[in-house]
């Protein structure tokens, strides 16, 4: 964001809070000493990107549990994908007095200004999944290994195709990334191509379509705005279309999440192909897992969200309890190196389904068709 729309949003918002401000000193909230607010309760605001996705719903109700559960007042909202509501909602928090915001922002960037507020305002800010970038407003991070996921849907790809068995190809694979205003989709991008990159370099593994960034950095270049289905389907389909209509075998495509891997579904399925490629996929929603029982759709990357709510509200718990959280990693902002929580994602298909979603809870057996 240029920096003076930033100084006048800031301006702007502060100005709606000068009532407020007036009647409650930020040192009555505790952000830093954990002090509870004029309920006598702390409070907590969490901020959520959008209610499209399964696993946004999933991790804003867990969380709220979780943090009521230990006695928190909570205010629990979803943005409808719109950066400037995420802004406002996150800004009535701050003014209503959250001694906590919890942050899943669709825009890194742009939720920089509304963290900053929060922050002086008296609340402490931990960004949820996704980093807020480009600020000093960001006191924790919690989220699963990025790079990690990236890399074991690059390494399913190269499992699948026997790869490091010398199978020499030529395949053809297809390369997605997520949205380009996530930071998110960058690191699952670089986890995948480290793996995936060498093969390229030595010509066992092509992309018809040309669509491979030139560098890291060009990650952008193959990103599906919003991570939207419908997007990542057109993509596909357009690919399709133009390279791989005349017989031309397609074998995998790296879709980052299982949104653009259902969008991918749908693009195979409208091709009529009498056969699906390897397509990856993240978050084990329950349609893709119903799609991987049936064959359509390959893998997922399983990140249990039930984990990351409950981290998150102990990060909370042992912060109003004056204790260090248990964090010991760090990732940069572009400001500032945050400390980090990152858990682990499993890899998941046909074969482990059951055993990790459906007997660990996460999913039932009639949603994963099982
Ligand atoms: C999350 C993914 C999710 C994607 C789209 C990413 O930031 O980490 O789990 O699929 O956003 O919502």
Redesign the pocket.
């Known amino acids: 964001m240029k920096k003076w729309k930033k100084i006048i949003g800031i301006a702007g918002a502060l100005a709606m809070l000068l009532p407020f401000a007036a009647c409650e000193a930020p040192s009555t909230r505790g952000g830093a000493s954990g002090a509870a607010n004029k309920s006598g309760k702390i409070s907590v605001g969490i901020s959520m990107?959008e209610q499209q996705?399964e696993?946004?719903q999933i991790d804003g109700e867990n969380l709220k549990k979780e943090l009521e559960h230990f006695g928190y007042k909570v205010t629990l909202q979803y943005a409808d994908g719109k950066t400037d509501l995420q802004s406002s909602q996150i800004q009535n928090m701050a003014n209503q007095g959250a001694n906590y915001v919890v942050i899943a922002s669709i825009d890194g960037t742009a939720t920089g200004a509304a963290a900053e507020l929060a922050e002086s305002n008296g609340a402490k800010v931990i960004a949820y999944?996704?980093l807020i970038m480009n600020t000093d407003a960001v006191d924790y991070y919690a989220t699963f290994s990025l790079t990690d996921v990236g890399r074991m849907q690059g390494e399913y790809i190269v499992d699948k195709l026997g790869l490091k068995e010398g199978k020499k190809g030529p395949f053809n694979v297809e390369l997605m990334s997520?949205s380009p205003t996530?930071n998110?989709a960058r690191y699952y991008y670089e986890g995948a191509w480290k793996v995936l990159e060498p093969y390229f370099k030595s010509g066992v593994l092509k992309s018809k379509s040309g669509k491979v960034p030139k560098s890291l950095d060009d990650w952008k270049s193959i990103g599906i705005d919003n991570?939207d289905r419908q997007k990542g389907q057109a993509e596909m389909e357009n690919r399709i279309n133009s390279f791989y209509n005349d017989g031309t075998k397609l074998d995998a495509v790296l879709a980052p999440?299982?949104?653009i891997a259902l969008g991918t579904v749908n693009a195979v399925e409208s091709a009529g192909w009498n056969y699906f490629p390897i397509i990856t996929g993240?978050?084990a929603e329950k349609a893709n897992v119903a799609a991987i029982v049936q064959g359509k759709q390959t893998m997922t990357v399983y990140?249990d969200t039930r984990k990351l709510a409950k981290a998150t509200a102990k990060m909370i718990k042992d912060l109003v309890d004056g204790k260090k959280p248990n964090t010991k990693d760090v990732f940069n902002n572009g400001n500032k190196d945050v400390t980090s929580m990152l858990l682990s994602p499993v890899s998941v298909d046909k074969t482990n389904a059951k055993k990790e979603l459906v007997d660990s809870g996460y999913i039932s057996a009639a949603d994963a068709g099982l």
Do not use: E, S, T
């Open positions: 990107p996705l696993r946004w999944d996704r997520g996530d998110n991570w999440n299982d949104a993240q978050d990140k």
